[in-house]
């Protein structure tokens, strides 16, 4: 595996000649690309690296282009493929493809929505028409019927064994407590952003009772408890749910998880 080495400060790494960044804020540049992680996930993610090198991967949230450079260097994949909502390139995600000789291996998408379940199946069918997935992982939307509708497209393309990840499955509480903070002091920097975002979401009546997306952590947990065939383990962090593919024979047209268990303790009604 290729080396990473941990930089001064605990936010910055080197891999080979690249160098990486956490951080929100700052645009990737050819010199250092931006991971939109804190440093105790990009540790996740070089472990998770280790299980599946040369693999078949997919990642859905390109941002600023780090994650995805990141995983090229350390799984070194047969191929991966990123998509991305934003339909405007990554320039120094790019210059990383060309200056690596990447293309062949290192395919990003951009203007792809990830609840375009037809848009999704085409890419990933044109990509990898003769082998199964190794590893999903969905940075996307953090919002429940996209997340899902993602999840019922790839799922079912994974090997038996294969692991798909959700990333911040906690989001909607985490931008709640954002809202709540900024509001309580008029004085914060976020104050007239916050406050417009709580005025668009009364206006809005389906925002208020949106599903927040840890009902699809339940639903994928009542799926695994209901048979191992079609998953075998789910695994719940502060950061990740973690679903990882059984055996079973999983149509891609047709595979809709809530038809894998039944509802017996009500944890998904509404």
């Given amino acids: 595996m290729t080396e990473i080495v941990t930089l001064p400060g605990g936010n910055r790494w080197q891999v080979g000649d690249t160098q990486f960044v956490s951080g ?3 645009q990737s540049s050819g010199d250092c690309l931006v991971i939109q992680k804190r440093p105790r996930l990009v540790e996740r993610y070089v472990e998770i690296c280790k299980h599946f090198r040369h693999g078949a991967i997919v990642e859905l949230g390109i941002a600023a282009g780090g994650s995805t450079a990141l995983i090229s260097l350390l799984a070194q994949p047969r191929k ?10 990554v320039d120094a995600l ?10 062949a291996t290192v395919r990003p998408f951009y203007g792809v929505n990830q609840s375009d379940r037809a848009r999704l199946a085409e890419i990933i069918d044109t990509e990898f028409p003769d082998q199964r ?13 996209e997340t899902r509708a993602s999840f019922e497209v790839l799922y079912p393309r994974l090997r038996p064994g294969g692991i798909f990840v959700i990333e911040d499955w906690k989001a909607a509480r985490f931008g709640a407590k954002l809202v709540i903070a900024a509001m309580e002091d008029r004085s914060s920097p976020d104050f007239a952003e916050r406050e417009q ?9 389906e925002q208020l009772g949106s599903t927040p ?3 699809l952590g339940l639903e994928l947990l009542q799926a ?9 383990e789910i ?29 017996d303790w009500d944890w998904t009604s509404v």
């Fill in 224 to 232: 695994c408890a209901a048979t191992t065939d079609v998953m075998s």
């Fill in 80 to 89: 991966l493929v990123a998509c991305e909502l934003h339909d405007k390139p």
């Fill in 94 to 103: 790019s210059e990383f493809i060309d200056t690596h000789g990447a293309s």
């Fill in 24 to 26: 929100f804020g700052g």
């Fill in 197 to 205: 975002r709580l005025a668009d979401a009364i206006a809005t009546p």
């Fill in 235 to 263: 695994t719940f962090n502060q950061n990740w749910i973690v679903a990882r593919r059984g055996t079973a024979e999983l149509d891609p047209a047709t595979f809709c998880i809530s038809d894998h268990y039944a509802d």
């Fill in 213 to 215: 997306l840890h009902f």
């Fill in 133 to 145: 997935l190794d590893l999903v992982i969905d940075d996307a939307s953090h919002l429940y019927h």
